[in-house]
């Protein structure tokens, strides 16, 4: 809708066509997206699979900080990345001291690093999820039918990967495609333009809304293809009801496996976990000085999450049980796709829809939490379609036997058995509106700023040490959202 | 129950009694850290009358709008658009009577009122290169070991000015410059932020930035290491400008709010407000510090007229040169 008003109004101004640029913007944004969400895919399903069984102490707080780059302000991440594999990076300082030869962050690979910096963890904790469908009792049948590793793979996990993987990977490929910022930044200058930039320069720049609007759809068109593929793919893992309980790996025990699975997390914390703490860590001297309107910023900040996860639940609870009802394809494809609706169309056509009937500046919050949910809603579909699949294929005979419907199924069987996916969503979607800058800058009046605004406006005055002490201060407010949500889910599953 | 949902909206959509003065301004400008309260305080004190920021993207938004746009004043366009501004037919004459301005350039615009300028410039520390190039041409053939971040001219301001300086340096032969400077840019980045952000991190020599940023170094924090390279070929100047709407429904106090732009009161806020040099300031007046601040002595600009015509081919420029 906002993009068609966006369109709408394009047509009326003017129409141009597709330039040369535009095609090499095209390729490069598709073969970078293609690039990264595989890489971050086939990167998280091992440390996924290490963290699914192994527990040691500071587990749970592995998978809590694996949400935390994902909602990293852009200017912050590039930051921290640049702090550890650029020019004068520990990466290439560490070189240096070995005598080999600077490598540079600057180009396609830097745009993919990047993007595997954010998506990764998501790829992890997401594949995660799919690891605790499996029923604790399959795990135990395993074990007494003495499967080792690979038969454990090939029979239970296989299947569980078969079923999540796909719709994750286009998930990641489609928030890859809306980059451009970092794309820019770290791919080093023009040949590193994404169709999310020519839509940016459209809007902002030329004022061309016809090709704004001409740029975001054909991104929409494209993730639509991409995302009807993917889910072509995935199969429903069907492995039946179980009681719950936490699967006890006794398959993976040997040394061998012990030592594969420590790296896999090693390597992984040190990706994700450096480049946050190098900033982060300079930011910490500076947060007691930070003024009032931060922390004014902060409260907005978690008001919005709030809501944006309230709300981005109650939808995907709704979408996800008409998507395993008939004909759900197409509620899910809608669902996944409006995540390669670009924000910035997105914003500027609810801005054009409410123009004629009230004042956009006075409605930013709202309107921002609505933008949010539309785009958390992707994600929360991701962990709440299989589980929602398994609930009707195992408990459906039986609720309808009952003449359980509505509510009553609602509450007894969906809501106790749905909590823990539930309450993955909610953390990820009040983490991510905590930390989203795109819509809330094109409404906001200067005493509604959230946190992230309130960051860029200290970068923007020069204050680099105090916005750095600002990102810390919403990377602990999003993870202790997440926190709080994920807690909520497992305690009532347990 | 409909009924007085109707009534609620009528009285929301009238407009109330006193109602204050709505000005446009980008983000950075009404920040808490940026000259726009301090000034908002001292025009309220000044006329006895209330005004209100609304931020974001100044232009696209009075565009979006149109004539039901709800500005009585926008400020903060600066002079690169000024020309897409003035064909939106939104702004009538600013009317104020312009005399003794400090800029580098005469001023004859009757829509669009300057109230700050600064040099576009490299800024490099001197701790870390501590022999800058001496001149445009001497950076185009510098090095290619020097790195620099400069700013998208498709996306950002401050890299429009230095697509539109290269063009007016080196004429016919920017994209030749482009591609002379291609090796020594590291990267690019969306706006300004960024770019500073990895200067100060210390990931590039040289940052695309403004000779006044110098100042906030040595006055903020008593930093002297951050200099601006100064190029005998001149600098391109960003001049900022404020404009009254047309169709406001304020129009005495628009003017009045335009009418303070140049006064002292206004003015004085500008330097340490804005990190900017103000339009109209006796020199005395400044803060201790901006005086030392080293400047250009040609100061190079495009009108608006001249830089809307050149702006895609100077940024045509940068892509080819960049892309060679």
Redesign the interface.
Known sequence: MPLLAVGW?GLAEATTGLRP?DWAALRFTLGQAAVSAAISVALAIPVARALARRHFPGRGAIVLLLGAPFILPV?VA??GL??VF????VVNDALGALGIEAVSI?GPHGVVLAHVFFNMPLATRLILQGWATIPGERMRLAASLSFGPAETFRLLEWPMLRAVVPGIFTVIFLICTTS??VA????????ATTVE?AI??A???D?DLSRAALLGALQLALGALAALAALRLSLPSGFGAGLDRVAQRWDSASPGLRIQDALAILAACLFLLLPMGLILAEGARHVVDL?G?VWAAAARSLVLALTAAVATVALALAMAHAVTGQKGGWVEVAGTLSIAASPLVLG?GL??LL??VA?P?ALALPVTAFVNVVLALPFALRALIPAMRDLQADYGQLSASLGLTGLTWLRLVALPRLRRPAGFAAGLTAALAAGDLGVI??????DQ?TLP??L?????????EE?KAAALVLVALSLGLFWLFERGGRHAAT | MKSTIATALTLIAMPAFAEPLTVYAPDYFASEWGPGPAIEAAFEAHCGCEMDYVTGDVLPRLRLEGTRTGADVVIGLNTDDAQRARDTGLFASHGVEIDGLTMPIAWSDDTFLPFNWSHTAFIHDTTRLPDPPASFADLVAFDSDLSIAIQDPRTSVSGLALALWVKKVFGDEAEAAWAGLAPKITTVTQGWSESYGLFTDGEVDMVLSYTTSPAYHLIAEGDATKQAVLFPEGHYVMVETAGMIAGTDQPEQAQAFLNFILTEDFQSIIPEGNWSLPAKLDPTKMPEGFSDIPLPETALIYSAEEAEALRSDAIAAFEAGLRR
């Open positions: 109004r640029a200017i590039v930051l640049v702090a650029g020019r004068g990076g600057y451009f910022a820019l930044a770290l791919g080093g200058g023009p040949r930039l940016y320069q809007f902002r720049f004022f003024p309107a500027t801005y054009i123009l004629p004042n500046v800058a094109l409404f906001a009046a200067p700023a605004l309130v860029y406006q200290l970068m923007g005055a020069y204050r680099m916005a």
